[in-house]
């Protein structure tokens, strides 16, 4: 089982950028596939990024293709989403979670198996 915890939420306007953080516990980190999922007030949870394993392989929803980046430091245990370009529908809080599986992949946020408690993003007109 893996922890994770999100960071680096905040309020930013339009056009600016903002780079999220999620570090997690354990010695196995590196065997876990990482998403971005955020959830906007009203709203189901939507798939934002995904990276596997090794870092070698990463996917994006069309949303925020071009203006988002997955990255992840096995060393210290942290994935992050840097952010730019920021539009106010990207509001909401962003979550890390996290697969069981080391080979699996995924874009639906239903199908991850550990969570973060989430970090409100704010983006002002």
């Known amino acids: 089982q893996v922890q994770l915890v999100e960071s680096g939420g905040g309020l930013v306007q339009a056009g600016g950028s903002q780079r999220l953080s999620c570090a997690a516990s354990g010695r196995t980190f590196s065997t876990y596939p990482l998403a971005w999922v955020r959830q906007a007030p009203g709203k189901e949870r939507e798939f934002v990024a995904f990276?596997?394993?090794?870092?070698?392989?990463?996917a994006y929803a069309d949303s925020v293709k071009g203006r988002f980046t997955i990255s992840r430091d096995n060393a210290k245990n942290t994935v992050y989403l840097q952010m730019n370009s920021l539009k106010p529908e990207d509001t909401a809080v962003y979550y890390c979670?996290?697969?069981?599986?080391?080979?699996?992949?995924?874009?639906?946020?239903?199908?991850?198996?550990?969570w973060g408690q989430g970090t409100q993003v704010t983006v002002s007109s």
């Open positions: 990276i596997n394993w090794s870092g070698s392989s990463t």
């Open positions: 979670a996290a697969l069981r599986f080391k080979y699996s992949s995924s874009r639906a946020a239903g199908d991850y198996d550990f």
